[in-house]
């Protein structure tokens, strides 16, 4: 069991790392080796103090080589679930892994598509978040899949194994994958709705009758990725030292709120992993 897990590797995670490394702390940084697409992106960061004009490529580039110097790997997996566990936490991975650890930060940034009405509501009851782990569950049915990143078609191809039909959702341009069971719908549904499971997916002109909608997304909601934490406005409600209400458990970034900004990120994962190191040597 590893003293810290770390959950995405924006700014926000990478600075936590480095901080917990420089502690002596043993830790897992989950999260992509191309660390941040929001990043990568960036046409020119000129606010950021001492890395003037720096562009969002280079910017990642000294992200990675710093980790590298440090001997810092990220484990690419993505965090599906963070379970409180008496002193400890575990977590649950896409990719079927489990980790425990005795702290957890939160460095999964958010989501700039919004969640579509119902999708909370019926998480569990035919909203999944995760191909690899409820895939199966829909062999031979009719499934709607809600895409944010390219990145992730992977998964698609893997539901679609399972599935009679899958109505493809992309929200993101130059679609790739094809097969004869996947239908690519190109507008954003209003809601999803069913009596006790997921029966339907509305859209403004028409309606789709589903067994299950797979929502595939860069990152999970807070109350969706950790049971029972406080969300102030659709972020992660944090004190001071970047606790948040669940004790060992601590956030930092843009899913803390804004400004979203990398100076405010990296502040916040150097804060955390102090505390961090602080509640540990406090709960020998």
Do not use: W
Request: charged share 20%; aromatic share 8%; net charge neutral.
């Amino acid at each position: 069991m590893t003293d810290c897990i770390i959950i995405g590797s924006g700014v926000a995670g990478v600075s936590a790392a480095l901080t917990l490394k420089a502690n002596g702390k043993t830790f897992e940084l989950l999260g992509s080796a191309a660390l941040s697409e929001k990043i990568t992106k960036a046409e020119m960061i000129r606010n950021y103090a001492g890395l003037p004009n720096i562009t969002g490529a280079d910017f990642c580039k000294a992200l990675q080589d710093q980790l590298a110097q440090a001997e810092i790997s990220v484990k690419e997996e993505r965090a599906m679930g963070v379970y409180a566990l008496n002193g400890k936490f575990g977590v649950a991975t896409q990719e079927g892994n489990y980790y425990e650890s005795k702290t957890v930060i939160l460095t999964c940034g958010v989501e700039s598509v919004k969640t579509i009405d119902g999708e909370t509501e019926f998480t569990g009851r035919g909203v999944s978040f995760c191909a690899t782990c409820d895939g199966f569950l829909y062999k031979d049915k009719t499934i709607a899949v809600l895409c944010t990143s390219k990145r992730l078609e992977h998964e698609i191809g893997h539901l679609a194994h399972f599935a009679k039909k899958v109505y493809l959702i992309p929200m993101y341009k130059n679609v790739e994958i094809q097969g004869d069971n996947i239908e690519i719908i190109r507008k954003m549904p209003v809601k999803i709705t069913g009596n006790s499971r997921v029966e339907t997916v509305v859209f403004k002109d028409k309606e789709l009758a589903v067994d299950g909608v797979f929502s595939l997304r860069e990152s999970v909601s807070p109350t969706t990725l950790v049971s029972g934490i406080e969300t102030e406005n659709g972020h992660i409600k944090v004190a001071r030292n970047m606790q948040t209400n669940l004790v060992g458990c601590y956030a930092a970034g843009d899913c803390t709120g804004r400004p979203y900004q990398y100076a405010k990120a990296v502040g916040e994962g150097n804060v955390a992993a102090h505390a961090v190191s602080e509640y540990l040597a406090a709960n020998k």
